[in-house]
């Protein structure tokens, strides 16, 4: 039977790489793992559910990069534009699918998408091109539920002060824009069926950041959960991929833009 299959639709910060404007060596690099989106992953599990995680200003041309078509769930983590802003979108998801979007998240991201795509809930606004139907799925820390009958649980971290959630799938652990996480979420991915087979987790930059982890903060984490393999996302240009990823331990990557893995 074949396992579960990630692809990293992007691997960057709310800038993207190369930032607008910049000149720096990673900027201007000519390696593609230089080249980051904004932050998403798409996952397709043994019995076929395929399920975003995150869905972020530079969607649509993931979206045609990979030829997704169908999203059978979408797991946001938080409602920060990177991470939400390609919600309009959505409207040939639906068309192809037939049916509305279902977004899961916490309150905190949830609300703030009622806020920000308010059109989408509006009956009185004039549809015009048309808008997104999407349905609202609210899930707290610990809670187990299902996408397509694919178990998923989710845990809390915080983003700074902000209450963020990571999801466990299958044999991978999945945290992007912490920087702490309780003991009460190790707990859960301790207790969700032992050690994971793949942690992917944020790593901003080298220096230490107020809301993300850096990279020693993150190897750190991993030190704790201790993965059969880690990959790091959610990086800024001051990470040159081909000089980092030959510190790293033997069994952590540098994720990159279109990088696919099994679980």
Request: hydrophobic share 40%.
């Amino acid at each position: 039977m074949p396992g579960y299959r990630l692809i990293f639709l992007g691997t960057g910060t709310s800038t993207g790489l190369p930032v607008i404007g910049c000149d720096c060596e990673v900027c201007k690099s000519s390696d593609p793992r230089d080249k980051r989106l904004r932050t998403s992953a798409y996952i397709i599990t043994p019995s076929g559910s395929r399920i975003l995680i995150d869905i972020g200003t530079d969607f649509r041309l993931q979206a045609l990069s990979h030829n997704i078509r169908i999203i059978d769930g979408i797991l946001v983590t938080h409602s920060h534009q990177d991470h939400i802003g390609g919600i309009d979108e959505l409207r040939q998801i639906n068309f192809i699918m037939g049916k509305p979007s279902d977004i899961y998240g916490n309150f905190v991201a949830l609300d703030e998408i009622r806020s920000r795509f308010s059109y989408v809930f509006n009956d009185f606004i004039q549809e015009g091109g048309g808008k997104p139907a999407i349905n609202l799925c609210e899930v707290k820390s610990g809670d187990t539920f299902q996408i397509n009958g694919e178990n998923i649980i989710s845990f809390e971290v915080f983003h700074g002060k902000i209450p963020v959630l990571g999801y466990k799938i299958g044999g991978m652990v999945y945290i992007t824009d912490a920087s702490f996480i309780p003991d009460s979420s190790f707990d859960i991915i301790e207790q969700s069926g032992g050690k994971p087979s793949v942690l992917v987790i944020n790593a901003l930059r080298f220096k230490p950041h107020s809301t993300h982890f850096s990279l020693a903060e993150a190897l750190e984490v991993i030190r704790i959960i201790n993965p059969e393999r880690a990959y790091l996302i959610h990086m800024t240009h001051q990470i040159m991929h081909s000089r980092v990823q030959n510190d790293l331990p033997q069994n952590v990557f540098l994720a990159y833009d279109n990088l696919e893995i099994e679980f």
